[in-house]
């Protein structure tokens, strides 16, 4: 019998580099709350019942403040497992990027999230 489990493929926690005009601005955005929106998505019991598995890849445009004003899923392979991520996703806290002269900036990031089912 296989068991539900989300794992994340990637922490934000690495450098992004982001175009403000035509200047590269090297920022660092990390996420705050991680570990809280993680226990929040459900995988799907029709999904785990099926033993769907997959990857879920999120847009995610932070503003100056560190809060996600948009989301959009560039990739699924099953619709269920990105609706269970848009519903939480919105609600990931981060430290706000900033520009070379540490001012906040807003930015976009590309989050990937795994869907893998654990056999017991």
């Not at 459900?42 to 445009?61: F, K, N, W």
Request: charged letters at 20%; hydrophobic letters at 45%.
């Amino acid at each position: 019998m296989k068991r539900g489990a989300i794992l994340f493929a990637l922490l934000i926690v690495g450098t992004l580099t982001v175009f403000a005009g035509s200047d590269p601005v090297s920022t660092k955005v990390q996420a705050l709350n991680m570990s809280e929106v993680i226990e929040n998505i459900t995988y799907p019991i029709a999904s785990r019942q099926q033993a769907v598995e997959g990857r879920v890849v999120v847009l995610l445009d932070i503003n100056e403040m560190g809060e996600v004003t948009k989301n959009k899923v560039i990739i699924a392979n099953c619709p269920k497992l990105a609706a269970a991520v848009e519903k939480e996703i919105q609600n990931l806290k981060f430290s706000p990027a900033t520009d070379k002269n540490g001012q906040a900036i807003a930015t976009t990031v590309k989050l990937p999230i795994d869907f893998e089912l654990e056999v017991n």
